[in-house]
């Protein structure tokens, strides 16, 4: 754990007592401030008290005597409309903040030279973040990883100076981070995506670009014109940007074209590596999360070949374009972290002839950006809220089924693709892709992932990967 100490003798409110937020309230108290926490949820606020975290509910308390209220990232902080706890808050005149935030803090007042590395990107920051530590381990660094990857920022070992923090960050806990300063700051791409959370897009964005504001190396993707602007507002003001693409090539980072990742050298060109021969990382979204890597640990001081050996020996995430099984020329992939459509279509671009599974909670604009890739749906077996509304965008465009649970479409999905390729002799792919949330039928996009993958592994005659 790292010991916040930068509140120490201060009080400090803690609202939200999930895993992070336990995880939070118990690095202040062990940093020494006077921590009071709170969650809507009984269960929430028996398991923090079972800790000996002091539990009170703080309507009725005299707020500004706090110096501080750590939100969890999942609680709202402006939309649709403020938590009670951040309008508590903001009357009192306290600031609101979360733990990226007290991370960033205690980090400048112990550690300073201390390396870390921020990831942040509509689609592809888990791969990306798992593969810069990937890589950085492999060469023998002293990793921590964590943020919203899954393990809490503030359960990682304490700050020293060779250590290397590689931290996923979400748009939620980045609006709540407004000094965080890394190292390198990563930032991949942007979509149309929690707009529940941020309410446009442009704000969306501007929440985004906070990572990179006060970075010392900023790795911006520019294949879409948010990102884009990014990097050149940052080269404006004269701080060092690595552009990544898949589109074209830069004079300044990484770019991937035809799978082959290229960094320039003056006027020279070197080939860092041949995507086409990862056993994990396909298709174009996976060759712009890998030039974003190659870019960030290059800003570290990491040499090529050290590059070279930590990229190809990456095995990859579970739930992100993950191989799990194959039975004839059959190959099932769980796609499941896919929750938007911009996600889906990166998926549904690395295949040629897919037999898909998709629905879940729908999100704005449902698949109608992916009919470039209905060609490629040999049929799609539909499920969850999304079901009737996809099948509608489908009607008369990609064979489909109502199939309403993965119950039902991963054994037709399997028994179908498997009587095509035999009758075709062509390879042929089942895909969990669902371009939704999981929150209709799952508690979260692993559950429907694992519930994929048993299924998918029950089937008669279906070998796993290794």
Known sequence: MIPVTCYRGKRVAVFGLGGSGIVTAEALIAGGANVIAWDDTEASREAAAARDIPVVDWRDTEFGAYSALVLSPGVPLTHPKPHWSVEIAKAAGVEVIGDIELFARERRAVAPKSQFVAITGTNGKSTTTALIAHILATAGKDVQLGGNIGRAVLSLEPFSPEKVYVVECSSFQIELAPSVDPTVAVHLNISEDHLDRHGTIEAYAAVKERLVKNAGVAVVGIDDAWSRAMAERREEMGLEVKRISTHESVKHGVWAIAGRLTEPHGLAQMVVSEMSRHPVLKGVHNAQNAAAAVAAVRSLGLGLDEVRAGLMSFPGLVHRMEPIGRIGRVTIVNDSKATNADAAARALASFERIFW??????????????????????????????????????????????????????????????????????????????????????????????????????????????
């Not at 990609?398 to 009587?419: C, K, N, Q, R, W």
């Open 357 to 466: 599974i998709a629905g879940g909670k729908p999100k704005t604009g449902g698949i109608n950006g992916l009919s470039a890739y209905f060609p490629r749906i040999a049929k799609a077996y539909l499920i969850g809220e999304a079901a009737e509304s996809f099948a509608a965008t489908l009607e008369g465009k990609v064979p489909h089924d109502l199939s309403g649970t993965l119950e039902e479409a991963v054994p037709a999905a399997i028994a179908e693709a498997l009587a095509t390729s035999e009758a075709t002799r062509q390879d042929t792919v089942v895909l969990l892709s669902p371009a939704c949330a999981s929150f209709d039928q799952f508690k979260n996009f692993e559950e429907r992932g694992d519930r994929f993958r048993s299924l998918a592994l029950s089937y008669p005659s279906v070998t796993p990967f290794a």
